[in-house]
């Protein structure tokens, strides 16, 4: 138990030391509580010292007149029956000493004698007023009875700490009401880089805001910017692969009426090639636009994964004898699932192609594994290639990026199968992961229920 206390003192502090140094809300309050702290000491302080300054001149001739009239009724010789019924009535302690009467109400009391008090001298000239002598030589001695006021319930003290949280309380719930509009603030900035620009930033006040409110209205301006500016981009890109679609189909059927003479097919093939590359560009560009925008429309249906696979396997045998190596697995039982099944056709194409190009030097063709994963299915592509470097992995599905440029230009990619497939695993839903399988590279799609 005290090594479980030990080892949890220090995460505390760190946490506490965390909030304070990365908490606006945290500084304040702890700013709040020391002027608090500060303003009531000050107050006390300050207060003790000016009636401690005054309160003698003002009441010392009340004082001496009433301290007089308790030694008359004590009397002369006094009489501690008298002195009993004092006490028992006021907050006072008494001492008699003399040649015939020596008595004192509380034995146990500090010794107020020669103008001693708790934590008080007196000075040697200054009257001591609580001190009587008799006609008859007997000495009085008067005192504050400090003993009644300790045995009462310290109910002021537990009071003030009760006040004092009460109004921490009250701040705190102020301040975060204050600085509620930073939450809403950061919520928006969030939304704005993960591209959702439908719900600006709420104003509190717009008629009268502060200087959130306008840090709030700027942002939103900032983000109605970006916004346009990005669908001025994509707009663009659209309109300019559309473009290109028409003079690129033109191109490759001039290409294909030219002669098949030994002169000209070397000349032909590759300018087919390039123009096939050039195709593949440009449909990619506008299908990772369509994806990309937040209100993507997919057409889904039910489908089993696993036929659509083995179609899909089928169809690109009869272009790329390779691909009749691949090997499928797919478990029986497995419930179909609402998919588009033309983004789904393009995703798995782009995952054999990738696997097969990656697998031309391997005498191990790539597999294919469809398995459930919870309530939705995992489609899993893997190829015995020499797989990427530990680095490149979390860049493999981006836009344009190959690890081996040299490499994948001269087997015709133009990075964007990947990033593809990720996009369209994310439409529906789902994820899209890389990893080395060694040897080899395996690509993960998990799709929900």
């Given amino acids: ?25 945290v500084r304040l309050m702890t700013l709040f509580l ?100 008799t006609a008859d030589g007997h000495q009085i001695v008067f005192g504050v009875d400090v003993k009644a006021w300790h045995d009462r319930p310290r109910f002021i003290g537990w009071a003030t700490l009760a006040a004092l949280l009460l109004m921490t309380a009250l ?39 502060d200087e959130l409110g306008e840090l709030a209205v700027t942002i939103n301006t900032m983000g109605a910017d970006i916004r346009q500016m990005l669908d001025a981009k994509r707009g663009l890109l659209l ?3 559309h473009e290109l679609r028409s003079p690129l189909t033109r191109a490759r059927l001039n290409t294909e009426l030219l002669p098949e003479t030994p002169g000209v097919q070397p000349g032909r093939d590759a300018l087919l090639r390039d123009l096939a590359l050039m195709r593949d560009l440009v449909t990619g560009l506008l299908e990772s636009e369509r994806l990309a925008s937040r209100h993507a ?26 691909a009749q190596r691949v090997t499928v697995s797919v478990p ?17 194409r782009n995952l054999l192609d990738n696997a097969l190009r990656h697998s031309a030097e391997s005498s191990q063709p790539p597999e294919v594994t469809v398995s459930a994963q919870g309530q939705g299915l995992m489609l899993a592509v893997r190829d015995y290639g020499p797989g990427v470097e530990g680095a490149a992995l979390p860049h493999l599905a981006e836009p344009f990026y190959r690890p081996d440029s040299a490499r994948t230009r001269a087997t015709g990619g133009v990075g964007l199968g990947l990033y593809l497939c990720r996009l369209v695993a994310q439409a529906h839903g789902g994820s899209l992961t890389v990893r ?7 690509v993960r799609v998990v799709l929900p229920g």
């Avoid at 080395?436 to 395996?442: F, M, R, V, Y």
């Fill in 436 to 442: 080395n399988a060694q040897p080899g590279l395996e």
């Fill in 239 to 241: 309109a300019i692969s």
């Fill in 297 to 322: 429309a997919l057409q889904l249906e039910p489908a089993d994964l696993g036929n659509l696979v083995r179609e899909v396997v089928h169809e690109m045998s009869d272009s790329n004898p390779a």
């Fill in 1 to 25: 138990m005290n090594t479980e206390c030990v080892k949890q003192r220090p995460r505390w502090h760190r946490r506490a030391r965390h909030a304070h140094a990365h908490s606006l809300r």
């Fill in 34 to 133: 020391l002027l608090a702290l500060v303003m009531a000491g000050t107050f006390l302080l300050g207060m003790q010292y000016a009636l401690s300054i005054g309160w003698r001149d003002a009441a010392r001739p009340l004082v001496v007149d009433y301290v007089d009239r308790l030694a008359f009724d004590i009397g002369s010789p006094p009489s501690p029956e008298r002195a009993t019924a004092l006490i028992q009535r006021l907050p006072l302690s008494i001492r008699i000493s003399g040649p015939a009467v020596n008595w004192r109400s509380h034995p146990d009391a500090p010794d107020l004698e020669r103008g001693r008090t708790p934590g008080r001298r007196w000075n040697a000239d200054e009257p001591r007023f609580f001190e009587r002598t």
């Fill in 171 to 209: 701040a705190y719930a102020r301040v975060r009401r204050l600085l509620r509009p930073l939450d809403d603030i950061r919520a928006g900035a969030l939304r704005f880089g993960a591209g959702d620009f439908d719900q600006p930033i709420a104003v509190r006040c717009p008629q009268k805001p």
């Fill in 332 to 348: 029986a039982g497995l419930p179909p699932q609402a998919l588009d099944r033309t983004r789904m056709r393009l995703l798995v």
